[in-house]
């Protein structure tokens, strides 16, 4: 079995008990809520197996347990600062998930209950308090809300279907010897996707689809083995950030979230993938209306925002340093250019940045069409336009666009356009990206090279001469011709159909004909 079959193996695996323990919530509860609790207490035994582990490595030469170490004064004193300082958090004996599991598994003769892993929950969160940790840790829980009444009426009957969910959490393998996948952060995109997918728009907000993750990770990467930082101002659950860690050693991850729900997943992400809570900075609040981090200029960014979202377009974001230079502010009703003046805006002389947004900003006129402009005739920051297929996203199936951007650019005489919209594979609810149609993407970004009917060079005055019109036809041609059809042939062929279906009749009058007599 090659390495590529043994992953998708595992994953199937993975997948498959994930999506029955969401079965045993279903009924209970819509997906939104169902998962909550499933990321919510697959994170929890991810925080609880990091101290157990710690602590036992710890204490290892005293020879002694985790729990009895807490018990004595000294020893919890001193493993309190180690673990502040190192994981950011503490999980005390008497709250860790192989308690729970313990407990659990002792049937009627054991002790937890829901209430005790709230307490858990709340003992995480004041561990914190008052630490450098304290605003990655805070409030991560806030979605599992374990008093609802879709677990049940009861502490009784919330604790029964609690524990079911902790007892198949248990159940998977979070560390393999042998594994070929991130089990624990493959875990934790599975149940993120899959929500997505099955919750429409609101859901896929917050999640990019893992391909178009990969190409703009690959782009922003290509080159380099470190990146100082990368900053994603609609980051949602954190995904594209990660899977730009996955194309070079990033040191430090920023990101905004304006939904508290999604913020406190791309925190839970960050984590479950092992990324400390020193090596990132994610904030919760409108990137557009409240950024956080103004002052900083980032080597890398990334991003899919909402597409076409409101914003106010207030007077006062004209003399804003991030728009006042371009003369318009991007409308109310579409807030796509306003993203990309917010991301140049943070973007380092030397930096590169890879955006998805839906088509119409190539090609939509006004204040819109007059900040196009200004992107390329005077700054020439614009890189390449890449045109992807419809329904490649969650809740939509507009077709969207990669816009590449550098202010240093190596190629400044030229535009690349690459026109991928016709290269997918069909699935049964949104089209999907091969490997293969991914390193297409790729190759051709990386040698600019032009290729009939998928991508064109395009130099800086026929993009003038069409008035900044970025419209991915007016450059790649994709106009196949209709194939000539001979309608002589087709007639006499049609006759020749003709006459034998009227000989069929005859032979069958011909044979009634024979059973009357």
């Not at 005790?116 to 003992?123: H, R």
């Not at 993120?192 to 997918?197: C, E, P, R, Y």
């Not at 791309?266 to 956080?292: C, K, S, V, W």
């Not at 909402?306 to 807030?335: G, M, N, V």
Request: with cysteine; charged share 30%.
């Amino acid at each position: 079995m090659t390495t590529s079959e043994k992953q998708r193996q595992q994953q199937a695996e993975l997948h498959k008990k994930l999506w029955a323990m969401a079965n045993d919530l279903r009924g209970q509860m819509d997906a939104s809520e169902f998962k909550d609790y499933i990321l919510g207490l697959i994170f929890y035994r991810y925080l609880s197996e990091k101290v157990e582990a710690r602590a036992n490595q710890l204490l290892r030469e005293d020879n002694i347990s985790y729990a009895e170490a807490w018990e004595n004064e000294e020893y919890r004193e001193d493993l309190a600062e180690y673990l502040i300082d190192e994981l950011g958090y503490i999980v005390e004996p008497q709250f860790l998930f192989s308690y729970f599991l313990k407990e659990i598994e002792k049937g009627v003769n054991g002790n937890f209950d829901v209430e005790m892993l709230q307490n858990g929950v709340k003992a995480i969160e004041s561990s914190t308090l008052g630490t450098e940790s304290q605003d990655d840790f805070q409030n991560l829980f806030d979605d599992m809300d374990l008093t609802s009444s879709r677990l049940g009426r009861t502490v009784k009957d919330r604790s029964n279907l609690i524990s079911k969910v902790i007892v198949n959490i248990a159940e998977i393998p979070f560390e393999q010897d042998n594994a070929e996948i991130d089990v624990l952060g493959d875990a934790y995109e599975y149940m993120i996707s899959q929500f997505a997918a099955n919750a429409g728009k609101k859901a896929g907000e917050f999640y990019t689809p893992q391909q178009v993750s990969k190409i703009l990770a690959k782009i922003v990467a290509a080159g380099k083995t470190e990146i100082r930082d990368v900053y994603d101002g609609a980051c949602g659950s954190g995904s594209l950030l990660l899977r730009v860690g996955k194309e070079a050693k990033v040191h430090k991850y920023y990101g905004q979230e304006k939904v508290s729900t999604t913020y406190n997943l791309a925190r839970m992400n960050m984590l479950l993938h092992g990324i400390p809570y020193q090596r990132f900075d994610i904030r919760n609040a409108d990137t557009l209306e409240e950024p956080q981090h103004i002052e900083q200029r980032f080597e890398v960014i990334v991003a899919n925002p909402p597409y076409s979202a409101k914003w106010s377009a207030d007077d006062k974001f004209k003399e804003d340093e991030r728009f006042s230079a371009y003369a318009k502010l991007a409308p109310k009703s579409k807030a796509d250019f306003a993203f990309i003046q917010h991301f140049i805006h943070q973007l380092d002389d030397n930096g590169k940045m890879a955006v998805v947004l839906p088509h119409g900003v190539l090609f939509r006129g006004a204040a819109e069409g007059t900040i196009r402009k200004y992107l390329i005739e005077e700054k020439n920051y614009l890189d390449a336009v890449i045109g992807l297929p419809g329904n490649v996203f969650y809740g939509t199936s507009i077709p969207t666009c990669i816009l590449v951007f550098k202010k240093c650019r190596k190629h400044d005489d030229d535009v690349l356009f690459i026109d991928a919209s016709n290269e997918f594979e069909r699935g049964k609810n949104q089209n999907l990206l091969s490997d293969e149609h991914v390193e297409k993407i790729i190759a051709t970004f990386l040698s600019r090279e032009t290729i009939n009917k998928y991508s064109y060079a395009a130099t800086l005055e026929e993009i003038k001469e069409n008035d900044y019109n970025l419209n991915i036809p007016r450059y790649v041609d994709t106009f196949e011709e209709e194939t000539t059809v001979d309608l002589q042939a087709v007639a006499q062929r049609l006759k020749v159909i003709d006459d034998e279906i009227a000989e069929v009749d005859r032979e069958l009058e011909k044979y009634f004909k024979e059973l009357e007599v």
